[in-house]
């Protein structure tokens, strides 16, 4: 995944995954009193080609903005997910898959005591 200066149309991120990504979100966090510059991202391959190599990438991962690092990842999906929107509160996503599937997020009450933000 990437993220680009939406002026100049800039690379400024890169986020290397083993899969192709379809969608992403930041966290409305970061302008918060305790920011969190947080994206999440997913999407997975086809579900025939999963059926070839038996693994689909369906993943959501947590990634750090600023430091281009993967904090987590969660399972949930079983194809590609190809749309994500984080709560206004921040504290939690929604996201949907290919096979139909919607799935509300919350994050646990240990993701905002986090020292890595």
């Known amino acids: ?9 800039t ?12 969608t ?3 966290s409305p ?5 305790k920011p969190r510059f947080h994206a999440i991202m997913a999407g997975g391959v086809s579900a025939r080609e999963a059926a070839l190599v038996k693994q689909g990438g369906f993943e959501i991962h947590l990634c ?13 999906h079983f194809g590609p997910v190809n749309t994500m ?3 206004t509160d921040g504290r939690g996503f929604v996201s949907g898959g290919e096979e139909g599937i919607i799935i509300i997020w919350r994050f646990d009450q240990s993701y ?3 020292l890595y933000t």
Not at 29 to 33: A, F, I
Not at 64 to 76: A, F, K, P, R
């Open 112 to 114: 905002f005591c986090l």
């Open 29 to 33: 966090l970061y302008l918060s009193k």
């Open 1 to 9: 995944g990437k993220i680009f200066d939406p002026e100049t149309l």
């Open 24 to 26: 992403a979100a930041t």
């Open 85 to 87: 929107v984080f709560h």
């Open 64 to 76: 750090h903005i600023i430091y281009e690092e993967e904090l987590g990842s969660i399972t949930g």
């Open 11 to 22: 690379c400024l991120k890169t986020f290397r995954q083993d899969f192709p990504m379809n």
